[in-house]
Every structure is written in structure tokens, then in C-alpha cells.
């Protein structure tokens, strides 16, 4: 396979950044469903309204036609919000060749289901090849090109070392990993632990209670990922300990600033209706309770943010929570 043309569909942060990164390597279509943004993009090379520092490559083209961009692409990039993108991926259908490989970006499951955006490629492009690109990769700072790291992960070993130097570029360095599962599970899990450390540092808790909820949070992360098939070396790596702490630490987190918005004493509502960007741990999170019970495994912390996000409890009362005041031994949940 020798990719030359890669389509990347959605124009928010993160479909942009990785869009202008890979211009580096190949020819990229970025397709987005707003005409404005698409206009902005192709004339003026920025996007303001999600990276205002910005300036975007020249031969970064952008188009409001999906048929267009997908129809001539070698690869299919996915950065279209968890609750939209099996339906965007039916409309992929009607264009895509065959064997054109998909990667997802996005870092949530989809409610209904409950299923990994691979999956939902599985089910809805039978045939293609598929994988998933995640890590600690807050999106304004990698199109400022400061240093980061991910992880491309496939089951097919040859097309993902393709796909690695597709991806990847001077500082922006991409591994790869056969764990789809864990490496995708990562991704997701982390958001709902970091809207617990922005509800800890929304309170005004100490770093060292922001360790802690990493750490304990990590551990939950891994018995839910290693249930459901993931490798528990997976979590120590890019997509798990990697991500969790670039989102439980960064004033760029919108999953922390939830949490942070959240200790303020406000609801989700009125925090969504601000917020122009995703915050995937919050709409994701009614689906991990469900996989939590579904395999037996204790996540307390999860439990603790799910409850806030229901308006079950506040912020203040379940951060108590967080951290029991009964511990047992460090191996086990609570
Ligand atoms: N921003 C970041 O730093 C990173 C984000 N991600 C993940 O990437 C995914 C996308 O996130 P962002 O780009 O940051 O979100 P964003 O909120 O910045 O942008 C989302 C984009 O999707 C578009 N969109 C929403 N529904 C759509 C639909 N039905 N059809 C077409 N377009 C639609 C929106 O118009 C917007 O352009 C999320 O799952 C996120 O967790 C992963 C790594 C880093
Ligand atoms: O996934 C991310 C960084 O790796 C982005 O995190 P937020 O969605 O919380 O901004």
C-alpha cells in the first residue's frame, strides 16, 4: 500500500491539527460539515473558533464534500465526536474503496451500544482494515509543535508500520502497539478520571491528592481495560498512563475543566451550553458504568464522577468520596 492521499473527516481541534500535521507527508483533504470553517480554513489557513493561535499549512485543503474527500482517499481518518460518528461512517459507506484502511481518533463509546469506535468500524465498513491513533496529544499543543507521542494501533502489523510513518513527523512521534482494545480503552477511560482531578482542583486540592486520584484512577482504568480483553501493559504505556496524566494535569483538558466548572457548584447542563468543544468523558460515562457492571469490576472514582454528572450528588460531597477514608490494600478497588 503506498498512501499518498489521506482524508480526515471532522474540522474541530483535533481532526485539524492531525489534518496539518500530516501535510508534512502526504496530500490530506480535511472534510468538515461547516461552510464557513471550510472557507476559513482554504482562505485565510486557520480555524479560530478551535485553535486561535493557529496558523495552518497552505496545503492543508479543506471541503464541505464528503464524496469528494473520501472518494479519492488511500486512508480514512476518523476525529467526528463518539455520539456522531457511526453516523458519518454510513455516509464514508457510499465513497470508500475497498481495503481503504480506517483510523479513529475519537476517545468515546457510543451509548447505545456501547461500543469502541473500532468496533462501530467493524460493523458499519466490514472488510476494511482498522485502528486507532491515541496518547497524550492535547491538540493546540501539537499544532504549536512541541514535542509529543502516540500510538497507532492495528491488528495487522504491516499496514500499521505503514500508517506509522504516515502519522508521525519530526516532533511528533508515533509507536505502534497490536492492543486495539486496550490502547483504544485507554483513550476513553481516562476522561471520566480526569473530570475527577478538575473536580479535585476545582475544590482547591493539593497535588498530592491529584497523584492520587492518577494513581487510583489508573488502577481502575486497568481492571475495566483488562476485563474487556485489553493488555495491562497497555495501561502503563502512552494510551494509558501517558494520556491520563496529560488530561488529569492540563488547563487544556476539557474533561478536566468539566470537572473544574462542576466543583464551581454548576450543572452539566449549563456547562455543555458554553462549552463549543466535546468533553467525551461526560457523554461516555452512562456507557462505562454499564461495562463496569457488566464485568464485575469496582471503579469507585468513575462512580463517584457518574453520580455528579447525573446531578445525583455535588462535587463537593462525592470528592470526599473520592478518596475513602477506609482504605484497604493498595491491590484492591476502593
Ligand atoms: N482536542 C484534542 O486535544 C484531542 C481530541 N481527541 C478526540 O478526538 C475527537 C474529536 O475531538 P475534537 O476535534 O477535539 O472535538 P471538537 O469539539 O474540537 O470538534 C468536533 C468536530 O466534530 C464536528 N462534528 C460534530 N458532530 C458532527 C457530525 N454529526 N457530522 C460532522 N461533523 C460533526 C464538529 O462540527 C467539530 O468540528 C474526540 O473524541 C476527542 O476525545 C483525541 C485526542 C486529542
Ligand atoms: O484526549 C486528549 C488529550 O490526549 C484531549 O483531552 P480533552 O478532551 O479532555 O481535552
Not at 454510513?90 to 463509546?109: N, Q
Request: include cysteine; aromatic fraction near 4%.
Amino acid at each position: 500500500m503506498q498512501v499518498q492521499r489521506v482524508a480526515v473527516l471532522g474540522g474541530g481541534s483535533w481532526g485539524t491539527t492531525i489534518a496539518a500535521v500530516m501535510t508534512r507527508n502526504v496530500e490530506v483533504t480535511l472534510w468538515a460539515r461547516n461552510a464557513d470553517t471550510v472557507e476559513e480554513i482554504n482562505t485565510r489557513h486557520t480555524n479560530l473558533g478551535y485553535l486561535p493561535d493557529a496558523t495552518l499549512p497552505e496545503k492543508l485543503v479543506a471541503t464541505t464534500d464528503i464524496g469528494a474527500a473520501v472518494g479519492s482517499a488511500d486512508v480514512v481518518v476518523m476525529a467526528i465526536p463518539s455520539q456522531h460518528f457511526r453516523s458519518v461512517l454510513r455516509t464514508v459507506k457510499e465513497h470508500i474503496h475497498a481495503w481503504v484502511p480506517v483510523i479513529s481518533l475519537t476517545k468515546g463509546l457510543e451509548l447505545d451500544t456501547r461500543m469502541r469506535m473500532t468496533q462501530v468500524i467493524e460493523q458499519e465498513l466490514p472488510g476494511h482494515p482498522f485502528g486507532v491513533l491515541t496518547g497524550p496529544n492535547l491538540a493546540r499543543e501539537i499544532m504549536a509543535g512541541y514535542a509529543a507521542a502516540s500510538v497507532i494501533a492495528m491488528d495487522d502489523e504491516v499496514i500499521v508500520r505503514e500508517l506509522q510513518e504516515v502519522f508521525g513527523s519530526g516532533l511528533f512521534r508515533v509507536y505502534t502497539n497490536d492492543d486495539v482494545i486496550g490502547c483504544e480503552l485507554g483513550g476513553v477511560l481516562k476522561n471520566i478520571i480526569a473530570i475527577a482531578a478538575g473536580m479535585g482542583d476545582g475544590q482547591g486540592a493539593g497535588d498530592n491528592t491529584r497523584a492520587a486520584i492518577i494513581t487510583r484512577g489508573l488502577a481502575e482504568i486497568t481492571r475495566l481495560g483488562v476485563a474487556m480483553g485489553g493488555r495491562p501493559e497497555t495501561f502503563a504505556g502512552l494510551a494509558g498512563m501517558g494520556d491520563l496524566i496529560a488530561t488529569c494535569t492540563s488547563g487544556q483538558s476539557r474533561n478536566r475543566h468539566v470537572g473544574m466548572e462542576l466543583a464551581r457548584g454548576r450543572d452539566m447542563e449549563e456547562i455543555v451550553a458554553e462549552m463549543r468543544m466535546v468533553a467525551e468523558g461526560a457523554k461516555s460515562a452512562p456507557a462505562v458504568m454499564a461495562l463496569a457492571k457488566e464485568y464485575g469490576v469496582e471503579m469507585p472514582i468513575a462512580s463517584d464522577v457518574f453520580r455528579v454528572l447525573r446531578g445525583d450528588a455535588t462535587a463537593s460531597r462525592a470528592f470526599r468520596g473520592l478518596l475513602r477514608v477506609e482504605a484497604g490494600a493498595e491491590s484492591e478497588p476502593g
